[in-house]
């Protein structure tokens, strides 16, 4: 069975601090993606990566970046925390075929205050 | 621009009776359509998919129907179970390959004992 762990299920964190939200997954899936779940906004892609050091931005990228430097491991990286970016943050992993379904972690729920 | 839409926000139904919950897309270009359920406080778990070149899916009690020249799906869950209280969010992709996942805004289903 798929396991996609995501580091902390809530963090609290201060306007303009640097965070780091990781997930490992233990399938050895190529395809590692990071969302954000809003209400009334449903998922939104942030980032993904296909394969380790390789990265693409999603339709909301602004404000993130992302690392790759394992298979195993992604991590979402919030450069100055602003508190428009409180929210739930989804951690998903899937194989290079698409009739794959992408498997998801419990999700990080962020306030940033 | 939200390209895959779900019109109701919540949905209410008797135990025992068929659920039916609605998904509409604009880009022509998906060609693969999932639905997943997400409870409180834990990620989302894929349900059931269907290519385009299918109308219907059938998978126990959850079956996906797609009528391509609507641009319109629809999971009908039959018969419904208190256990399906949860949160449902239909998703699309496009291009054979390309493993991104556009989401709805999802659907909270309530089943009334």
């Known amino acids: 069975d798929v396991k996609v762990t995501q580091s902390s299920r809530y963090l609290v964190k201060r306007t303009g601090e640097k965070v780091f939200l990781e997930c490992v997954q233990d399938?050895?899936?190529?395809?590692m993606f990071w969302y954000r779940q809003d209400p009334g906004l449903g998922l939104r892609l942030i980032y993904f990566?296909?394969?380790?050091?390789?990265?693409e931005k999603g339709d909301i990228p602004e404000g993130y970046s992302v690392s790759r430097e394992k298979k195993e491991r992604f991590s979402l990286i919030l450069e100055s925390a602003s508190t428009n970016q409180t929210s739930m943050y989804l951690c998903?992993?899937?194989?290079?075929?698409?009739?794959?379904?992408?498997?998801f972690g419990d999700g990080t729920r962020l306030s940033i205050l | 621009d939200q390209q895959v839409k779900q019109n109701s926000p919540s949905l209410s139904v008797q135990e025992g009776r068929i659920s039916i919950l609605n998904c509409d897309y604009t880009?022509?270009?998906?060609?693969?359509f999932l639905w997943y359920k997400k409870y409180p406080a834990e990620g989302p778990t894929f349900l059931i998919s269907?290519?385009?070149?299918?109308d219907k899916n059938e998978d126990g009690r959850f079956t996906v129907f797609l009528n391509k020249s609507a641009k319109h799906l629809s999971l009908h869950i039959v018969p419904s179970q208190p256990g399906d209280s949860a949160v449902y969010f239909c998703?699309?992709?496009?291009?054979?390959?390309?493993?991104?996942?556009?989401f709805g805004t999802g659907t909270r289903l309530t089943i009334i004992p």
């Open positions: 399938m050895d899936h190529e395809n």
């Open positions: 998703a699309a992709s496009r291009d054979f390959g390309n493993e991104k996942l556009t």
């Open positions: 990566s296909y394969d380790v050091k390789m990265k």
């Open positions: 269907i290519s385009s070149i299918k």
């Open positions: 880009n022509s270009m998906f060609d693969y």
């Open positions: 998903a992993t899937g194989r290079v075929d698409r009739n794959q379904p992408q498997h």
